[in-house]
């Protein structure tokens, strides 16, 4: 459509077409890492993965669900039933169980899935207390940030949490996304009000920060007892932070 309104308009996108939900693409179903998998979650799921997940979760259940709305889960059928209801259409929600050295460990999603927009969330990053803080955790998210973007064609990836979720907040920030703003008084949560902030990845900044995670998650950035050697801070490579800081200079 051409505008000749004199009015300010974003820029044209040629050739423009809805996108695959992620869950529509059966090669897709397992993503393979260096260090992890991730395996998606559909109602045939075996009962043994949804166990190994419970127990993973349990021994730190009372403080990592904090921020969430749910859990924790008094047993494995009310975790199981937690997880089917993810699936349900109205839900908007692609489950993936994390798998290291053949057990399910953590489980990530995608949701806020916009197919004829072109944006999508990353989102109920669950990481037992053997996953987080390692290569494994940072390639997950890696692997779907990899596959919206690089295989499905997604413009947008987008990463939400409470403010007052530091460890999220952060992570946020490590792996490239950019802070948008946070949205006051969004929810309430297990009966207090909660925060929303908002960050993003586009597409045309994904590949300094695809470069950057690459080269952290490589053999060579790790010593023999898997210490990394550097650090990995993407935000700071994306072409989005340089800009805010020099407009703020």
């Not at 992620?22 to 949804?50: D, M, V, W």
């Not at 399910?104 to 669950?126: C, D, K, M, P, Q």
């Not at 997950?140 to 530091?166: H, I, K």
Request: aromatic share 14%; with cysteine.
């Amino acid at each position: 459509m051409e505008f000749k309104t004199n009015q300010s308009v974003g820029d044209v996108v040629p050739n423009w077409t809805a996108r695959a939900n992620p869950s529509t693409k059966p090669e897709y179903n397992i993503l393979h890492g260096q260090y992890c998998r991730l395996e998606l979650f559909t109602p045939t799921t075996s009962s043994t993965a949804i166990q190994q997940l419970y127990d993973a979760f349990k021994p730190t259940e009372q403080t990592h669900f904090t921020y969430l709305y749910y859990g924790p889960f008094e047993t494995v059928n009310e975790f199981a039933q937690f997880l089917h209801t993810l699936l349900e259409p109205s839900n908007n929600t692609v489950v993936y169980f994390i798998i290291v050295n053949e057990i399910a460990v953590g489980f990530i999603t995608y949701l806020r899935v916009n197919e004829n927009h072109g944006s999508i969330e990353i989102g109920h990053v669950n990481f037992s207390q053997q996953l987080a803080r390692t290569r494994q955790a940072t390639e997950a998210s890696f692997l779907l940030m990899q596959y919206a973007f690089d295989s499905l064609g997604y413009r947008r990836v987008e990463w939400t949490c409470d403010p007052l979720n530091r460890k999220s907040y952060r992570a946020s920030l490590r792996l490239g996304f950019q802070y948008e703003g946070t949205w006051l008084k969004m929810g309430i949560c297990k009966g207090r009000s909660a925060d929303l902030s908002w960050f993003s990845i586009v597409d045309d900044e994904w590949p300094h920060v695809k470069y950057e995670i690459q080269r952290w998650l490589n053999p060579t950035n790790f010593d023999t007892s898997g210490q990394q050697l550097t650090t990995l801070n993407s935000a700071q490579t994306n072409p989005r932070n340089k800009k805010t800081t020099d407009s703020n200079q």
